[in-house]
């Protein structure tokens, strides 16, 4: 079935750098654009980044960008999360999600993220 | 960056109730606009793409319209399974941005 699986949390102290693993399964992975969200415990969801299908193009929420690099590896249908220089308000659970093209009633293609992870959890305490 | 603000907060009703929950964006971004449901501890469902698509196998009593700035999410007879957090996303322009969320909870 179609399937996205994150790993890599864990409990780090600040500053520390920490890599999250997302592998897909049950569709071809190289086809899609690939999103991270995160949720602060007891929060909304915040989107984080996007990475085209084919690695070409990469898009940052401004909370993190300088800091978190998204990448993807089509060969292992694996996406990644490199986090660096973490700070306390980086403390979230991780998602993974796919994007999916839709059409609107006048046959417009929109966009949305269809397919999600269960969540990595993220702790960057001392 | 988009804003999108969302009411209320939360709400509570009852089972048959019908609800709306609102969704405004800071500027126009047609019917680029989403709608998930998050349910604790689990990972967010898509239920509407592109401001009115229902994803297959979300239950009819669920509706979405709206383009431009305002967009609404619909149950038109609330069921327990439905007592969750809602959630707007638009995919507009990056930073893709998502609302604050609507609590729904059982009066």
């Known amino acids: 079935q179609v399937q996205l699986v994150e790993s890599g949390g864990g409990v780090v102290q600040p500053g520390r750098s920490l890599r999250l693993s997302c592998a897909a399964s049950?569709?071809?992975?190289?086809?899609?654009?690939m999103h991270w969200v995160r949720q602060a415990p007891g929060k909304g969801l915040v989107w984080v980044a996007t990475?085209?299908?084919?690695?070409?193009?990469?898009y940052y929420g401004d909370s993190v960008k300088g800091r978190f690099t998204i990448s993807r590896d089509n060969s292992k249908n694996t996406l990644y999360l490199q986090m660096s220089n973490l700070r306390a308000e980086d403390t979230a659970v991780y998602y993974c999600?796919?994007?999916?093209?839709?059409?609107?009633?006048?046959?417009?293609?929109?966009?949305?993220?269809?397919?999600w992870g269960q969540g990595t959890m993220v702790t960057v305490s001392s | 960056d988009i804003q999108m603000t969302q009411s209320p907060s939360s709400l509570s009703a009852s089972v048959g109730d019908r609800i709306t929950i609102t969704c405004r964006a800071s500027?126009?971004?047609?019917?680029?606009l989403n709608w998930y449901q998050q349910k604790p501890g689990k990972a967010p469902n898509l239920l509407i793409s592109?401001?009115?698509s229902l994803q297959d196998g979300v239950p009819s009593r669920f509706s979405g319209s709206g383009s431009g700035t305002d967009f609404t999410l619909t149950i038109s007879s609330l069921q327990p399974e439905d007592f969750a957090t809602y959630y707007c996303?638009?995919?507009?322009?990056?930073?893709?941005?998502f609302g604050q969320g609507t609590k729904v909870e059982i009066k």
């Open positions: 999600a796919r994007e999916n093209g839709f059409y609107d009633r006048s046959g417009s293609q929109r966009n949305a993220l269809d397919i």
């Open positions: 049950g569709f071809i992975f190289k086809n899609y654009g």
């Open positions: 990475i085209w299908f084919d690695g070409s193009d990469k």
């Open positions: 500027q126009s971004i047609t019917t680029y």
């Open positions: 592109a401001a009115s």
């Open positions: 996303h638009q995919t507009y322009n990056p930073p893709q941005t």
